[in-house]
């Protein structure tokens, strides 16, 4: 029988908000670095940038309700050595601001590190206008951008602690607001630009983002007992993608779905599509919003409305293999 | 110990300048006329007298930070570096050629001495506000921070969310100059988007506005002398310019905004310019 990553645990996990661990992680990488500094656009509570401001009200700014003063602001504190993170709703930054990002951090070469929260339909209640889903499109698409889409809180720490200690790169951090459960650990390994096979398997490669790791990773359990042998290849660096680790699982099992909670149209399936239509096309199916917009709603009933949970990778997978 | 230059020597330098531009748009073939002749003087005043730099080594760590904002106005600014010794004026040529240095909008990564990448309106200010903030995290405030933005950049709503927070933090080691010369592309501000009462808006966004003519390089010189001697608030100075200064048939004609002189078009503006020179120095003998 095969050892499954989230054995029968998945029910026991504890829930906690992506944006959580990146709020530890801030905090920790101020006390580690005092160049790291950060700004927000009003939203301190709900980007989790409390804590640092609380501890370092020297070396934080608030702007105010005004996206593209805080990447403006950003860059400037950046050009002067500082590592700055700078937290809004990514419907609003990169939403807002993104002709800022592009020509005063990324073409100006800063190391800001754009914090872009309360992404996906998983928001809920709010709506279409603050479900963010096509930040991933908006930022891989920027040159020297990393962009990182991290599956729980642990790794959003870790995540967090990664990009304050590159001092070179512009980089985006795209968080959730809702609780999801930690199935990381403080030992799961994480480096910017790596992907990591969580589960191995042979049959089909099921190649996933941020949230929708965890949903991988229950498909895949569902799918051993109906005899595909799923591998879950979790990519928590979309840019720059570790083409390596995905050619070798898609070059084993042939076949290939991608998962996101955002636009299929250029975000993170997109960017899978375009690696493996050049280096080696199988059949895949991307699942992900399909050109349209959220709607209100509890998260959990929007995730299943608009088909982005275990259940509709399952779906796909045995249409796949069909 | 920096050269002390006369007034007279710095409108001769401005006028080397504005020589300058002339050359390079017409060698480049596209670019912008207007905004960076009728920068020539305040830029002469910032490199040539009041900056704190070193053009031998641009990343000395005391020097004062100087952004432009409007980077559509480089040409005024590579000519005026050149001259500065931070590289060489033969350079000058290349402006907007394939492997320049000098890219038609400024990069900072391209040029030694640039501190900002700029073409799209209105970031200058708030880079501006970030280093200030970083400069007062480092308890670094005697280093002074000037941004040159253009007029028809003020339609930027990024503009005045800088304009509050540099007053929120007072940060008073920023000198922020606009280039009021009354043009942008469409024509004259204030039938494109009014911008009067400049000065009461500024004042009410909490910064301390000094009026000049922004073509009379004492003037320029005494503001910005002026300017960090005020702690109480930012300061921005209205410079009144001539867009085109320099070139009779381009002054005040807001086509040229956007548009490069013809090679008959530039040598009648360098004649033109030459003439002026002599006049100069015939007003200071």
Known sequence: MKQMYLHDIHEKLDQEPIRTGFGRGLLQAGKDDENVVAACADLTGSTQMAAFAEEFPNRFVQVGVAEQNLATVGSGLAAMGKIPFVSSYAAFSPGRNWEQIRTTICLNEQPVKVVGSHAGVSVGPDGATHQMLEDIALMRVLPHMVVIAPADSIEAEKATLALAKDKKNPGYIRLAREKTPVFTTEKTPFEIGKAYVLSPGKDLSIITTGTMTYHGLLAAEALYKDGIDAEVVHVPTIKPLDAATILTSVEKTGHVITAEEGQIAAGFGSAIAELLAEHHPVKMKRIGMRDRFGESGNPDDLLEHFGLTAKHISLAAHDLMA | ?285
């Open chain 2, 1 to 285: 110990m920096k050269k002390k230059y006369s007034i007279q020597e710095l409108e001769e330098i401005a006028f080397d300048i504005r020589e300058d531009i002339i050359k390079m748009l017409e060698h480049a073939g596209s670019g912008h006329s207007a905004g960076p002749l009728g920068l020539a003087d305040i830029f002469t005043a910032l490199y040539f007298d009041v900056l704190k730099h070193d053009p031998k080594n641009p990343d000395w760590e005391q020097r004062d930070i100087f952004l432009l904002s409007n980077g559509h106005c480089a040409p005024v600014q590579y000519a005026t570096m050149a001259h500065a010794g931070f590289f060489a004026k033969k350079e000058l040529k290349t402006l907007r050629q394939l492997g320049s240095r000098l890219q038609g909008h400024p990069e900072r990564t391209a040029l030694p001495g640039l501190e900002n990448t700029s073409g799209p309106l209105g970031c200058g200010l708030s880079q501006a506000c970030g280093m200030s903030l970083a400069m007062r995290m480092n308890q670094d405030m005697h280093r002074w921070v000037y941004v040159v933005m253009g007029d028809g950049e003020l339609n930027e709503g990024n503009i005045w969310e800088a304009a509050m927070l540099a007053n929120k933090y007072n940060l008073n080691n920023i000198t922020a100059i606009i280039d009021r010369n009354n043009i942008q592309i469409d024509g004259p501000t204030e039938d494109v988007m009014p911008l009067e009462d400049l000065k009461a808006k500024w004042e009410a966004f909490g910064w301390f506005v000094l009026d000049i003519d922004g073509n009379n390089i004492e003037a320029v010189i005494d503001a910005l002398n002026m300017s960090r001697a005020i702690v109480e608030k930012p300061v921005m100075i209205i410079a009144h310019t001539v867009p085109g200064k320099g070139v009779d048939f381009m002054e005040y004609d807001f086509h040229w905004h956007g548009a490069p002189p013809n090679k008959e078009q530039a040598k009648e503006a360098l004649k033109e310019l030459r003439t002026l020179r002599g006049k100069i120095r015939g007003e200071h003998e």
